[in-house]
């Protein structure tokens, strides 16, 4: 082992200055003793190219991509993992040892950790799924319920088409529902999930009524700022259990963490407080 290495990693994104993404990796660095570090890369969609061939280029062992640019930065990839390529974006990139950069997503894989980090009982096909939205988020989402076993998603989209497109190919398992019918979607649901910026900081609630939602359903929303959304906190208070986003960035970390640095790393309640803290 050369005792010189020292590996570099961030994540690239515009805004990127909220992302707790440095917390998570650097805590990890510093417990497993490596040698390295973790930064945040405020990247414009115009330097996209750039700064993805400039990894290699400066011996970095990757990064996270996020907002606006998981679609955008498949394409430059040499090799793209199936999974990414099915939900047609990135989130994540590794430097191979011959430069050559490789895509994948993890959001899928955080996102199901995290229901059964919320509930170890957990499981897809418990019952009829609403899925809100249709961006890149959902499509993480979506196809990881799908390939977990969901048998019924109702995907609701103010824009129907944009559902549509995310559906097709899925008809047997993803019904679209319009956006006016969302409420009525609700009916003898197991799990609702919100993958939309609705109620993330600076944005309004979503627009939605639990009143037809069992209180035996679980209710989770992808957005991990503010921890506990209007939604997550009307759910609370009815009964329901609840997943915050937290989960989703904590557990989509853990295979990148390992992918870069070697070693397959641990969520721990210590890293949580040291997230939390940041709130
Ligand atoms: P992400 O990658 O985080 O999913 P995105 O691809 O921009 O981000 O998707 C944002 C989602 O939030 C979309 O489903 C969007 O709905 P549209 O497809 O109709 O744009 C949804 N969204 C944004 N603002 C919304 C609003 N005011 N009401 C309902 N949905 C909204």
Redesign the pocket.
């Known amino acids: 082992m050369d005792n010189r290495k020292f590996t570099l990693a961030g994540v690239m994104g515009m805004p990127i200055t909220q992302s707790r993404s440095p917390i998570l990796h650097n805590y990890w660095i510093a417990k497993y003793g490596l040698r390295g570090a973790y930064g945040h890369f405020p990247v414009e969609a115009q330097n996209l190219e750039a700064a993805i061939r400039g990894l290699s280029a400066l011996g970095l062992a990757g990064c996270n991509v996020t907002?606006p640019h998981?679609v955008e930065a498949l394409k430059l990839m040499d090799v793209v993992d199936p999974l990414a390529q099915r939900m047609g974006a990135i989130n994540c990139v590794v430097v191979q040892p011959d430069g050559s950069l490789h895509g994948f997503n993890h959001d899928g894989y955080g996102y199901i950790q995290s229901l059964k980090d919320a509930n170890p009982d957990w499981r897809a096909d418990a019952g009829p799924i609403v899925v809100?939205?249709?961006?890149?988020?959902?499509r993480a989402v979506v196809l990881s319920l799908i390939d977990q076993g969901a048998t019924e998603i109702r995907l609701v989209?103010?824009?129907l088409d944009?559902a549509q497109a995310l559906a097709a190919g899925y008809e047997h398992i993803v019904k679209v529902v319009s956006?006016a019918e969302r409420n009525n979607a609700m009916e003898g649901c197991a799990l609702f999930v919100n993958?939309?910026?609705?109620g993330m900081y600076g944005q309004?609630p979503?627009?939605v009524s639990l009143d037809a939602l069992p209180t035996t359903a679980m209710v989770s929303d992808?957005i991990y700022i503010p921890l506990e959304t209007p939604l997550l906190e009307t759910a609370r208070l009815r009964g329901n259990k609840t997943a915050n986003g937290l989960g989703m960035l904590l557990n989509q970390a853990r295979p990148a963490f390992k992918a870069w640095f070697g070693v397959m790393p641990e969520i721990t309640d210590e890293l949580k407080q040291a997230v939390l803290a940041t709130f």
Not at 132 to 138: E, F, K, M, R, V
Not at 195 to 198: F, G, M, S, Y
Request: glycine share 14%.
């Open positions: 907002q998981k809100l939205g249709a961006g890149g988020a959902s989209n103010r824009t944009k956006w993958t939309t910026n609705q309004p979503i627009d992808a």
